[in-house]
């Protein structure tokens, strides 16, 4: 475990990006980090509005679900983010 405190990292799977710019988890992305994982392929505009608010968008290339997931995980790893929950 990395030292220092914990702090919570939401991360949202959202493949085409149609997480609404006025959900909850969009609006408080300055308090409490939002990571949002999406296909390589989705428009740089939808992009740019999440990041204008405050969230980070990380965008996996791969032709499959599996294979994006892995590569997130890896990502988290090198992250040091070692315990996730999945809802």
Do not use: F, H, Y
């Not at 030292?3 to 609404?20: E, K, N, T, Y």
């Not at 999406?38 to 608010?53: F, G, K, T």
């Not at 032709?63 to 809802?87: C, F, G, H, W, Y």
């Amino acid at each position: 475990r990395p030292a220092g405190p914990r702090r919570p990292q939401r991360i949202v799977v959202d493949s085409q990006l149609r997480l609404p710019l006025t959900s909850r988890l969009v609006q408080s992305a300055r308090e409490t980090p939002l990571l949002v994982v999406c296909n390589s392929d989705v428009q740089a505009s939808r992009q740019i509005e999440l990041e204008s608010q405050g969230a980070e968008v990380l965008r996996l290339p791969g032709s499959d679900s599996p294979s994006r997931l892995s590569q997130l995980l890896k990502i988290l790893a090198e992250r040091a983010m070692t315990n996730v929950l999945i809802d």
